[in-house]
């Protein structure tokens, strides 16, 4: 699933970065890169951006859904 | 070793991660810090004295990567390039440590001298994590100091390692990859000609080609070689083919993965109490709901403060210049030194008692919403609305610093990815209140008709911005790339920094501005004295008395305004002949909305008008200065009819 359709405040693998070349680089660029664990904490209303956070290096960022939609992630178990 | 020159040291860190501030408490109050991404992109240079040697620091743009995506970062790059510093001082936020990593191990590839501060450990402590600071040290080789720079701790311990390694250092030795990446590194490295003349180290250069060949800085990395060319797409089709992801991939995957591996060697991350209060403001703070709320009472409160403090302040402050006006006038007769003192008076004293007592604590009330960290989280919240004019959350920063001043408001564009958010956003800009306009409509509509007309020309100038928006970027076809805006950790704002930038906002406002506004008073006098001031009003009354319905002695203000906005308010008082408290004595309120309305809009003031054909080009520049006549004639016009 892309992190569109994604729970939120529940752990998620990020399991691709889809998209143009811009995006994906600005994306590793912030940290944000394949097999990462993240976490969805909120979202805008009226189809407004989605507030993610890097689990790793526990910083967040607001994407647009357009941008959210290259973000494919899949449930991650909780690490002991 | 001391060199015979004055040795460069160069601050390279993330955005946030409390560089400038660093930066600052070295170089003294010359550069100016904001807690948003992207808002020091200007570089700063100075010349500073630590411990009787010289040295030049230079703050750098934050910048998340050494593979640039905005022109900011772009300025980071070329710098590091370029000049070949003694010595880097990599800035790393100690909060989001294993990302600020990434950042660190791309300069160590550079093969200059460092120094890594470890900033913002009080930050990184309350969200449970403590770091290693002498681990990181010695794994990668490079001296570490833990510092707080916000409140000058580990600052000495930083001076004193700097000038370590600027005597004895060795450049840091760079990180290794997979065998088969360094292979194809090897290969470009063998390719690169010998005596390439911008080559901070052939490893660098290489590595970057991997990862930047095509992306427009083939100038400075000598992708024009056709010889290199071939061996970067050989390499670069070898590490994609070998691990199914595009090379530039690979290289920050690799990077991620060291980064990832030594903060958990160093880092002790305590799970459970991480953050809990910050976490509950942003909830509330970017809530679905609430979240509007409070951006609608900050922007209320912003307005109804500065105007709260201010009116009483002008009231105050020019009647001492009323009475000595009088008092000039009894003395002086009708001569020329009388019209030459009452244009002192009334430059000097409107630049004291109606621009300062607004011009101060808008000032004041910007810098705090700045260094807080709240400008990024309007951005989260307004980004849908901003997609309806055809831009994204992003642009919701440089728009809110335009209400301080429109032109550092230009220059935050840089922050943007694409040209066309960049050139959108700077044309829209000159629409957005100023704080010069902020002082005409308190001191004007608030003043004369009322704080609620004065929200209500807010309301206005906001819809006239989203329907400018709306209709330029029917004419830009080419799509915004979207969001991605990093939300920084909320900062309480230090008094300190806040004075201190202020501070140096009056300064330039002193220096600048205020000479300026006496200098348009005494010209006026002048104008007045000699009667050409009539010739021009004859010249512009078709437009200021039949098209605006103003009277005839206003029209020579008007030409003034595009010099400073402030001025034009000076001088019509002086035009008119009156003091501030009487004006309304020989202008009606209706009159004064159609005046302030017009002189909002009708052009981008000088300084914005150069930065905004410096920014984006001159075609752009006249777009903005047409797209305001049309937009102020209308809107006058329309004024006009209802009121």
């Not at chain 1, 693998?13 to 993240?38: K, M, T």
């Not at chain 2, 993330?14 to 808002?39: C, D, I, M, R, V």
């Not at chain 2, 930065?611 to 001159?618: Q, S, V, Y």
Request: glycine letters at 8%; hydrophobic letters at 50%.
């Amino acid at each position: 699933m892309t992190l569109l359709d994604a729970p939120a405040g529940e752990p998620l693998r990020i399991v691709d970065l889809c998209g143009g070349e811009a995006v994906r680089r600005r994306l590793l660029a912030l940290g944000f890169h394949r097999d990462d664990l993240i976490q969805l904490d909120g979202r805008a209303i009226l189809r407004g951006p989605l507030l993610v956070r890097n689990c790793a290096s526990d910083t967040t960022v607001a994407l647009g859904r357009g941008v959210a939609r290259q973000v494919v992630v899949e449930p991650a178990h909780e690490p002991a | 070793m001391s060199r015979p020159e004055v040795p460069t040291v160069v601050f390279v860190g993330q955005p946030n991660g409390g560089k400038s501030t660093l930066f600052n408490s070295l170089a003294g109050p010359k550069a100016e810090t904001s807690n948003f991404p992207g808002t020091s992109v200007k570089h700063t240079h100075s010349r500073v004295v630590l411990d009787g040697r010289p040295l030049d620091i230079v703050d750098l743009p934050g910048t998340y990567s050494l593979c640039p995506a905005d022109p900011a970062e772009r300025v980071a790059l070329t710098h590091l390039f370029s000049e070949r510093p003694d010595l880097i001082v990599n800035v790393v936020d100690a909060s989001t440590f294993s990302r600020g990593l990434e950042l660190t191990l791309e300069l160590i590839e550079l093969g200059r001298p460092m120094v890594i501060a470890l900033n913002m450990i009080d930050v990184a402590e309350r969200r449970g994590v403590e770091i290693d600071a002498a681990e990181v040290e010695r794994l990668l080789g490079v001296p570490v100091v833990p510092t707080i720079a916000a409140y000058g701790r580990g600052v000495r311990e930083l001076v004193d390692r700097s000038f370590e390694v600027l005597d004895r250092g060795r450049p840091p030795r760079p990180p290794r990859y997979a065998a088969d990446v360094e292979d194809v590194i090897a290969g470009i490295e063998q390719a690169l000609p010998p005596t390439f003349p911008a080559a901070p180290n052939p490893r660098f250069v290489a590595v970057k080609l991997i990862e930047m060949a095509g992306q427009g800085c083939a100038s400075y990395l000598g992708e024009v070689e056709p010889e290199v060319q071939a061996a970067v797409e050989r390499g670069r089709e070898t590490l994609a083919r070998r691990r199914g992801a595009p090379a530039y991939e690979v290289i920050a995957a690799e990077r991620h993965h060291q980064a990832m591996k030594l903060a958990e060697e160093t880092g002790k991350v305590r799970h459970g109490r991480r953050l809990t209060r910050d976490k509950r403001i942003d909830a509330v703070l970017m809530h679905p709901f609430l979240g509007y709320v409070i951006l609608a009472a900050v922007f209320l409160a912003f307005f109804f403060v500065i105007f709260r403090i201010g009116s009483p302040l002008e009231t105050l402050l020019l009647k001492p210049f009323a009475a000595l006006r009088s008092g000039l006038a009894a003395r002086l007769g009708n001569g020329l030194a009388f019209y030459l003192a009452e244009g002192l008076v009334q430059g000097v004293g409107g630049g004291i008692g109606i621009v300062l007592p607004y011009f101060l604590p808008l000032l004041l009330l910007m810098a705090a919403l700045e260094d807080s960290g709240y400008l990024a989280r309007a951005g989260f919240l307004l980004d849908a609305f901003m997609h309806r004019i055809g831009l994204h959350g992003k642009s919701v920063s440089p728009f809110i610093l335009g209400f301080g001043c429109n032109v550092p408001a230009i220059v935050s564009t840089r922050g943007l990815e694409s040209r066309r958010d960049r050139v959108l956003t700077s044309i829209l800009i000159p629409f957005i209140p100023c704080s010069a306009r902020t002082t005409i409509v308190l001191a004007l509509i608030a003043f004369y008709l009322g704080p609620l007309w004065a929200a209500g020309f807010y309301a206005a100038n906001i819809l006239v911005v989203a329907l400018a928006g709306w209709a330029v970027s029917r004419f830009m076809t080419e799509p915004s790339p979207g969001l991605i805006l990093e939300i920084p950790s909320l900062k309480a704002p230090r008094p300190g920094a806040l004075l201190r930038k202020t501070g140096l906002q009056v300064l330039s406002f002193i220096r600048f501005a205020w000479p300026l506004l006496i200098g348009g008073s005494l010209v006026l006098s002048l104008l007045v004295y000699f009667r050409a001031d009539r010739w021009i009003n004859d010249l512009l009354a078709p437009l200021v008395v039949r098209g605006l319905g103003l009277p005839h002695e206003l029209g020579v203000t008007l030409v003034f305004g595009f010099l400073r906005k402030e001025l034009s308010l000076i001088m019509m008082l002086q035009a008119l002949g009156v003091d501030y408290t009487n004006l309304l004595s020989v202008v009606s309120r209706e009159q004064i909305v159609v005046f302030t309305v017009f002189i909002s809009f009708f052009i981008p003031c000088l300084s914005t008008f150069v930065m905004l054909w410096k920014e984006t080009g001159k075609k752009w520049a006249f777009v903005s200065a047409g797209l305001s006549i049309a937009v102020a004639l209308a809107l006058s016009w329309l004024v006009r009819l209802v009121l």
